[in-house]
């Protein structure tokens, strides 16, 4: 009986330690556009509000600088080109109704290259001048071209933003730097989005929006080949809605990828593993979620974010983890 009596009190015990500690909760987020869980202890880099650019409901994409500091970037919606001077004067340089200009390359020349939603590859002068359609086409694609990037030898990588996970029509092409030559590189892809060159040029990373996914592609001498056996991977899976959009490399080449819809732009290591992450202020609230592309201001390690949506239309910048490539424009 007195056994009993102890093995109750003892039980009485416990129970009473639980309801006084209580059960551990678990914390749920109240985040419009939680973290992934995988990401909630990876390193944030301080951001801040660079300039706000009008109208405020302007969808902002392909930042790119030129040899004089002037920074370029899309207004997708509305069609138009802004030139964006080093003392933050804005002006529309460019607009074709229907266009929808995407992506933005500057070449070696200082000429504006344009991947256009409607699948004009497009080039103009920095004063938006002398606009020229790029009429070469590989079985009519790309159909709908969405980021480019030029190599060191005035090649031109594309990506085509069509597909479905259940019919991937979308992938990367690659033009010569005449223009008169397209070639595919990587075809079958969810509509294809950014898409950015290794310091050695040897490596195409390209990510695939539908699959939210991240390609490692290793590139033979020609620039169009793929390694053979090994050569192409997915080294990360993004989570959540909208998911990798455009992106930049740094000089250790490390990838700095936008999340559209996520309000954030992921870092990677050069093996495509997450490093750093950079949050807009107000995501958690909805704002400004349309992060899309960041471009390195040249020779230095600043990185400028296109970011729009609730909140107005703004460019953030914040410090990378190095300095950003010396890229064909600056050649």
Same mark, same amino acid.
């Given at each position: ?33 939680p973290?992934?869980?995988s ?7 301080e ?11 302007? *969808?902002?994409?392909?930042? @790119?600088?030129?040899?004089? /500091?002037?920074?370029?970037? #899309? !207004?997708? =919606? ?17 607009r ?11 070449h070696?020349?200082?000429r504006?290259?344009l ?9 103009l ?10 009429d ?17 030898k005035?090649?031109l990588?594309?990506?085509? *933003?069509?597909?479905?996970? @259940?019919?991937?029509?979308? /992938?990367?092409?690659?033009? #010569? !730097?005449? =223009? ?15 898409v ?5 040029g ?54 700095y ?44 390690d600043?990185?400028?974010?296109t ?13 990378g ?6 890229l064909?424009?600056?050649q």
């Amino acid at each position: 009986m007195k056994q009993k009596f102890m093995m109750t009190t003892i039980v009485i015990g416990i129970l009473v330690a639980f309801l006084s500690i209580g059960y551990a909760q678990p914390v749920i987020s109240k985040s419009v556009v939680p973290l992934p869980p995988s990401l909630k202890d990876v390193p944030k880099i301080e951001v801040e509000p660079w300039l706000q650019v009008e109208p405020g409901d302007a *969808f902002l994409e392909g930042p @790119a600088f030129d040899r004089q /500091g002037n920074l370029f970037v #899309s !207004s997708i =919606f509305d069609s138009r080109i802004l030139k964006i001077t080093p003392d933050k004067q804005v002006t529309t340089i460019f607009r074709q109704d229907g266009l929808l200009p995407d992506g933005i390359a500057v070449h070696k020349d200082g000429r504006l290259f344009l991947a256009c939603l409607t699948g004009k590859i497009a080039a103009l002068n920095p004063d938006g001048t002398n606009f020229t359609v790029m009429d070469v086409k590989y079985k009519g694609a790309p159909r709908s071209a969405n980021d480019l990037v030029f190599n060191a030898k005035g090649n031109l990588y594309v990506t085509d *933003f069509t597909g479905t996970t @259940a019919d991937p029509t979308g /992938g990367v092409y690659w033009y #010569s !730097s005449d =223009f008169k030559t397209i070639k595919p590189v990587y075809l079958n892809l969810a509509s294809a989005n950014g898409v950015g060159l290794s310091p050695e040029g040897n490596v195409l990373w390209v990510s695939e929006s539908n699959r939210n996914a991240l390609h490692r592609i290793q590139l033979l001498e020609d620039g169009v080949s793929i390694v053979p056996i090994a050569g192409a991977s997915i080294p990360y899976r993004f989570v959540g809605a909208g998911g990798g959009d455009s992106m930049a490399i740094d000089t250790s080449g490390n990838v700095y990828q936008a999340m559209i819809f996520q309000g954030r732009v992921l870092i990677l290591s050069n093996g495509g593993i997450p490093i750093a992450q950079v949050l807009i202020p107000g995501r958690d609230e909805g704002k400004l979620l349309r992060t899309t592309n960041v471009a390195f201001r040249p020779g230095t390690d600043e990185v400028y974010i296109t970011a729009s949506g609730e909140g107005g239309a703004w460019i953030y910048k914040f410090r990378g983890l190095a300095m950003g490539l010396k890229l064909f424009s600056h050649q």
